[in-house]
């Protein structure tokens, strides 16, 4: 799978068109929500397997934004389109300063593909301080910003750039999970342009979203 590559969009016959132009030129609109995740029968299976979470949190995530091309357009060389995959952008923590560093692993249909590169990332680079855990590249141009607060379990969290370009990707991040009533929940949150996703696509995302992480038995 060639996940860099990018297929371009016609604006005049693409479905969105028009939706597209007014969310991103007229009235250009950014939205966030936050849902709880029920991952209790996940963790039961990744504790089963003996597997860690975050890895299996980036693959999840990535393979159902994957799913619909509205997540993954973007605009390359002043031509919109979208790529083929989305690769997560995530952060690792360092204990010893307190700091972060971002990383990324390159997304494959393949959960045991991607979990064995993801380890081999992080045995590689991630004692590496700076806002580049990988120093000898840079990030790929379908990296998207995915990543964990696990010492806060919010009810709200949102991400807006400040960089006055144009973004399309989704930006996800989780929060400390919790227990009530027996199940264990994952506060998820979202941001996305408006431009190019709306609700039914977020619905979409977080029904397949679910099943898969009820059913991860199948991919391991």
């Not at 590559?5 to 966030?32: C, H, Q, V």
């Not at 990744?46 to 299996?56: E, G, M, Q, R, S």
């Amino acid at each position: 799978m060639n996940s860099t590559k990018f297929t371009p969009i016609d604006l005049f016959n693409w479905k969105r068109g028009e939706i597209f132009y007014y969310f991103s030129k007229m009235a250009s609109t950014g939205y966030s929500l936050t849902v709880d995740v029920d991952i209790t029968r996940l963790l039961g299976t990744l504790k089963k397997n003996k597997l860690k979470f975050f890895p299996a949190y980036l693959w999840l995530i990535t393979r159902n934004l994957n799913r619909q091309t509205e997540f993954k357009v973007a605009l390359k060389d002043g031509q919109l389109g979208y790529y083929e995959s989305l690769t997560p952008l995530y952060a690792t923590f360092h204990d010893d300063d307190k700091t972060f560093s971002l990383m990324w692993t390159e997304f494959d249909d393949d959960f045991k593909v991607f979990y064995s590169n993801y380890l081999k990332n992080k045995e590689l680079y991630g004692d590496n301080h700076g806002v580049l855990a990988q120093k000898d590249k840079t990030p790929p141009e379908n990296a998207y910003t995915v990543s964990t607060l696990p010492w806060v379990s919010f009810k709200s969290f949102s991400v807006h750039s400040y960089e006055n370009k144009p973004y399309y990707f989704p930006s996800v991040e989780a929060g400390k999970f919790y227990e009530k009533d027996g199940r264990t929940l994952l506060p998820l949150s979202m941001t996305c342009h408006h431009a190019t996703t709306d609700g039914w696509h977020i619905n979409c995302f977080l029904e397949d979203l679910q099943n898969d992480m009820d059913s991860f038995e199948k991919f391991i």
